[in-house]
């Protein structure tokens, strides 16, 4: 009889998550994953299977967070108009965060996994669509509150608004100037105005 799990997959998934973020997943070991998580190899490997599955199971998890995180900022101000501005805020906050410049997870790994790894392209274009929806709910949400003109197209200023925030991400991971995002954000207000 199999012994019971001894730990929080969960949790062992959201320390994983940090890691393949910060590093990538060629530049994390197998010692980073069993550091970070706790987990003894035999553990990580019964549990997972392969790093390159718990990288996947990983993935999903910052997925998901992320969206969740995203869904709650637009819709946590009166208007749609301002909560877009308070999520992008937000982005630029973190580039700012000296201890978090990890840009974005989906970014890092189309850039890492991008022209080699058909099903991890498959996992981040389903993931910039999943944020292009959001923001494109969020802008007809703006144009029926009066937030945002009426004659935005909805889609088209979504996709916009996704390759801003993917830019922002990939600056912040670059430590770029943080004048920069603030100019970039700047500009953005101004296309749903």
């Not at 292009?132 to 029926?144: I, P, S, T």
């Not at 003109?149 to 916009?160: E, I, N, Q």
């Given at each position: 009889m199999a012994r019971p799990?001894?730990?929080?997959?969960?949790?062992?998934?959201?320390q994983a998550m940090q890691v393949f973020w910060s590093n990538g997943f060629e530049a994390t070991?197998?010692?980073?994953?069993?550091?970070?998580?706790?987990?003894?190899?035999?553990?990580?490997?019964?549990?997972?299977?392969?790093?390159?599955?718990?990288?996947?199971?990983?993935?999903e998890v910052y997925r998901l967070e992320r969206m969740r995180m995203l869904d709650g900022y637009l819709k946590s101000k009166p208007t749609?108009?301002?909560?877009?501005?308070?999520f992008f805020e937000m982005v630029v906050e973190h580039a700012r965060l000296a201890d978090r410049p990890f840009g974005c997870m989906s970014c890092n790994e189309a850039v890492e996994f991008g022209p080699h790894d058909e099903e991890v392209q498959q996992l981040i274009a389903r993931d910039?669509?999943?944020?292009?929806?959001?923001?494109?709910?969020?802008?007809?949400?703006?144009?029926?509150?009066?937030?945002?003109?009426?004659?935005?197209?909805?889609?088209?200023?979504?996709?916009?608004?996704?390759?801003?925030?993917?830019?922002?991400?990939?600056?912040?991971?670059?430590?770029?100037?943080?004048?920069r995002l603030d100019d970039a954000l700047g500009v953005m207000l101004q296309a749903l105005q």
């Open positions: 799990r001894e730990f929080d997959e969960r949790e062992a998934l959201l070991s197998l010692t980073d994953l069993l550091k970070a998580t706790g987990l003894s190899k035999s553990s990580l490997y019964d549990t997972f299977g392969s790093k390159r599955e718990l990288f996947l199971a990983a993935f749609a108009f301002a909560s877009i501005r308070a910039f669509l999943g944020i292009e929806d959001a923001l494109a709910h969020a802008v007809e949400r703006g144009k029926a509150d009066g937030s945002i003109p009426g004659d935005k197209d909805a889609r088209k200023l979504a996709r916009f608004l996704t390759v801003t925030h993917q830019g922002l991400q990939v600056m912040a991971r670059s430590k770029a100037n943080i004048d």
